[in-house]
């Protein structure tokens, strides 16, 4: 039995994946929680298919240990921040910002990006903001292009075009264009929006690894 290992992004916990896993129980699945709503998480799996949302993506890249059997990322990215060789990325100085306001005001800065990605009425009340504010840093840093770009497993990436966080450019620039599916006007959360196509673009994904 192949194993998915699920990996959310910033903001959200381990129970973000549950649309999606849910929709496939022939596959053994394990969550990893980064600590942003609750005490973290992060069990360990034998040669997984990593299932990454947006950060959480790069996230996997740079701390969950291979081999993999292969890679999901979804409205996800190897790394966020623009760069003379990514000019898709975002502009270092919004996330700075970003950075600066969570400091003082980190359920306000939740709030922000929660809606910016599609919810109406996000829940902060849970929020842990050390570990979030740690993440963004890291966020910030990260360069996970090369670690991409040596992975010895397969890769699909999902992404929509009407996401603001990782808008299509973005997306179009992270992950070469054969592994690259985009859903037209669909936003920064896939998996809650189209759950039943990312289940099954994942299951058709699986079928393809020995």
Known sequence: MKTLAF???WGFDAHFWRPVADRLPEFARIFVDLGFRAEAVRPGANNPIIIGHSMGFA???AGFPRPWAGAVAVNAFPRFTRAQDFVAGTPPRSLDRMIDRFATHPHEVTADFMQRCGIDTPDTETIR?????EALKWLAECDERQTMAQLDCPLLALAGTRDLVVPEAMSRDSFPPQ???????AGHLLPWTHPDWV??????FASTIP
Not at 179 to 184: A, G, H, P, Q
Not at 199 to 204: H, M
């Open 7 to 9: 990996v959310h992004g």
């Open 59 to 61: 996230w996997a890249l």
């Open 129 to 133: 903001p050390a570990p979030m504010a």
């Open 179 to 185: 592994c690259l599916t985009l859903v037209e006007g």
């Open 199 to 204: 289940a099954s673009q994942i299951r058709l």
